[in-house]
């Protein structure tokens, strides 16, 4: 006997039912997402068309065993959010990871290649450091030098062996017949360097000739011949004839420009005034590419680092420094350069030539670079005509 009209439209609707229950349960346990990795991103799929392919850096849980259910749960919290349109899937920094357990990122420390485990970041204040240090009057030659240091690379670079530094430094050196002074220079500054912790290189830059020398532009030079070496992203400028007396002087650039020789041992270890930003100064690479360099117009002695100092304030820099009894300098004895006949008419129109005079005016020929043992050699020529 057939059912009754009135019960079977009833029972046809619930028969659907079920079935749109069980195809719908079927759906969600044959698991429709899956996750893959591809190189260093993975990419969550699911089987619905435009919401697939997005990329994701995830925990290194999911490479083995995507099925985890703290894993899930947090493939399913993600993705919840954003199931209405393309952008399915949340973007995670390559440069983040997400641990699961928690719900914290963290800073990446695997390695990519598994093999060669990473370097854990060097403290922040180095713990070797002990304050006051000796200089040394002992000459030294250059053949002595390159047997003690035998932890470098070509050019002078060091990296420490079990830490990752923080700061990658490169020290521009303006030089011209200085012989003896650069090998106390170097005797003390390496051994310095290295109780910093830092990835550093010493870059000499020597003028060719025997034309008025030209500091400032040494040093631009200096600082576009070191980018080609390595990523530097701070650059201390810094006078061969000048060897800091405390370790605790950290040769890394802060937010703001740092004047580092504050307290000079012939000026009786006192700052001569307010605006000095000679000796040893250091920027970062930003800071130094804002106010386009030093000025390239100072040739003789004196007025490139007051210009550079104007310069710092113009684009709304201001000068930090250590303390004096912290940032202490000896001096080595030297015969002092003629000085710059239009270096105050130069200082006074300054402000003209900010944006004309320096990095993006500079024009020089390197006659020569060798990266030798304990420091790079870049030899320039430069002219008034250039």
Same mark, same amino acid.
Request: proline residues 6%; hydrophobic residues 35%.
């Given at each position: 006997?057939?059912?009754?009209?009135?019960?079977?439209?009833?029972?046809?609707k619930?028969?659907?039912?079920i079935?749109?229950?069980?195809?719908?349960?079927?759906?969600?346990?044959?698991?429709?997402?899956?996750?893959?990795?591809?190189?260093?991103?993975f990419?969550?799929?699911?089987?619905?068309?435009?919401?697939?392919g997005?990329?994701?850096?995830?925990?290194?849980?999911?490479?083995?065993?995507?099925?985890?259910?703290?894993?899930?749960?947090?493939l399913l919290?993600?993705?919840?959010?954003?199931?209405?349109?393309?952008?399915?899937?949340t973007?995670?920094?390559?440069? /983040?990871?997400?641990?699961?357990s928690?719900m914290?990122?963290?800073?990446?420390?695997?390695?990519?290649?598994?093999?060669i485990? &990473?370097?854990?970041?060097?403290?922040?204040?180095?713990?070797?450091?002990?304050?006051?240090?000796?200089?040394?009057?002992v000459?030294?030659?250059?053949?002595?030098?390159?047997? /003690?240091?035998?932890?470098?690379?070509?050019?002078g670079?060091?990296?420490?062996?079990?830490?990752?530094?923080?700061?990658?430094?490169?020290?521009?050196?303006?030089?011209?017949?200085?012989?003896?002074?650069?090998?106390?220079?170097?005797?003390?500054?390496?051994?310095?360097?290295?109780?910093?912790?830092?990835?550093?290189?010493?870059?000499?830059?020597e003028?060719?000739?025997?034309?008025?020398?030209?500091?400032?532009m040494?040093?631009?030079?200096?600082?576009?011949?070191?980018?080609?070496?390595?990523?530097y992203?701070?650059?201390?400028?810094?006078?061969?004839?000048?060897?800091?007396?405390?370790?605790?002087n950290?040769?890394?650039?802060?937010?703001?420009?740092?004047?580092?020789?504050?307290?000079?041992s012939?000026?009786?270890?006192?700052?001569?005034?307010?605006d000095?930003?000679?000796?040893?100064?250091?920027? &970062?690479?930003?800071?130094?590419?804002?106010?386009n360099?030093?000025?390239?117009?100072?040739?003789?002695?004196?007025?490139e680092?007051?210009?550079?100092?104007?310069?710092?304030?113009?684009?709304?820099?201001?000068?930090s420094?250590?303390?004096?009894?912290?940032?202490?300098?000896?001096?080595l004895?030297?015969?002092?350069q003629?000085?710059?006949?239009?270096?105050h008419?130069?200082?006074?129109?300054?402000?003209?030539?900010?944006?004309?005079?320096?990095?993006?005016?500079l024009?020089?020929?390197?006659?020569?670079?060798? /990266?030798?043992?304990?420091?790079?050699?870049?030899?320039?020529?430069?002219?008034?005509?250039?």
């Amino acid at each position: 006997m057939s059912p009754q009209p009135w019960i079977r439209a009833p029972l046809f609707k619930l028969i659907i039912c079920i079935g749109l229950v069980l195809v719908g349960l079927q759906y969600m346990l044959s698991g429709t997402f899956h996750v893959y990795r591809h190189e260093t991103l993975f990419y969550i799929h699911g089987n619905g068309g435009a919401h697939l392919g997005h990329p994701i850096s995830w925990h290194s849980a999911l490479r083995n065993n995507s099925s985890n259910s703290s894993t899930s749960a947090l493939l399913l919290m993600n993705l919840s959010a954003n199931n209405a349109g393309p952008t399915l899937g949340t973007f995670i920094s390559q440069n /983040l990871i997400t641990d699961p357990s928690n719900m914290t990122i963290k800073n990446r420390t695997e390695s990519k290649n598994p093999t060669i485990p &990473t370097l854990p970041l060097c403290p922040l204040i180095p713990t070797d450091l002990r304050g006051p240090v000796e200089i040394s009057d002992v000459a030294h030659s250059m053949e002595q030098l390159e047997l /003690l240091f035998d932890n470098l690379d070509p050019g002078g670079h060091y990296k420490p062996p079990n830490c990752q530094a923080r700061s990658r430094v490169a020290l521009i050196i303006p030089y011209r017949d200085r012989a003896s002074q650069l090998t106390a220079f170097l005797y003390h500054m390496h051994p310095f360097l290295q109780k910093q912790q830092l990835e550093y290189g010493i870059i000499i830059v020597e003028q060719a000739g025997y034309g008025p020398f030209n500091r400032a532009m040494l040093m631009n030079i200096g600082f576009v011949e070191a980018q080609k070496l390595h990523q530097y992203d701070c650059f201390i400028f810094h006078d061969v004839d000048l060897l800091p007396e405390d370790d605790r002087n950290l040769y890394t650039c802060p937010e703001q420009p740092r004047h580092m020789s504050v307290a000079v041992s012939t000026l009786k270890y006192k700052l001569p005034y307010k605006d000095i930003f000679g000796g040893v100064s250091a920027l &970062t690479l930003d800071q130094f590419k804002t106010v386009n360099g030093f000025s390239n117009k100072f040739w003789g002695w004196g007025g490139e680092d007051d210009d550079m100092a104007n310069r710092l304030k113009y684009h709304d820099y201001h000068i930090s420094r250590y303390a004096a009894n912290i940032a202490r300098y000896k001096m080595l004895p030297h015969r002092r350069q003629p000085a710059n006949p239009k270096r105050h008419e130069f200082l006074y129109n300054g402000n003209k030539r900010f944006n004309i005079d320096g990095l993006n005016n500079l024009q020089y020929q390197r006659q020569d670079l060798k /990266l030798n043992k304990l420091y790079t050699w870049v030899l320039v020529e430069i002219s008034e005509s250039r």
